[in-house]
């Protein structure tokens, strides 16, 4: 703010815009410019905001990174495949979601062998 606050004592000086008294047309736009920047500042501030961390995919998200099938993940938020329902998947729930034969070998076969998804399943 202190650099538009520069920026327009300067332009009000250079350009020579306003009344007989330099100064205080040069602190004005001063001011002008330092609220207005200020202004846009947090305005992008609050829209800008990282987008919020979905814990329902987390161990989705890491199972897919491992596998490298990561471009996956948009097709488990569509059919609403969070974290608990990882033990349950099937082959035609992954075919539900339009993910194809080869991944889903992979992603069926992980769990079967994670102890943690496989011993989920059983309860």
Do not use: W
Not at 20 to 31: D, E, H, I, K
């Amino acid at each position: 703010m202190v650099a538009a606050f520069g920026s327009g004592a300067m332009f009000s000086l250079v350009s020579g815009l306003g009344g007989p008294n330099q100064v205080t047309n040069a602190v004005t736009s001063g001011l002008f410019f330092a609220l207005v920047q200020g202004g846009l500042f947090k305005f992008g501030q609050k829209f800008s905001q990282p987008p919020v961390e979905d814990t329902h995919y987390l161990r989705t998200r890491s199972m897919l990174t491992n596998l490298g099938l990561q471009n996956y993940e948009k097709n488990f938020k569509k059919g609403l495949l969070t974290d608990s329902t990882l033990p349950l998947l099937t082959d035609s729930a992954l075919r539900d979601v339009k993910i194809p034969p080869g991944p889903r070998l992979l992603i069926l076969d992980h769990i079967q062998r994670d102890p943690g998804l496989k011993g989920a399943r059983k309860k």
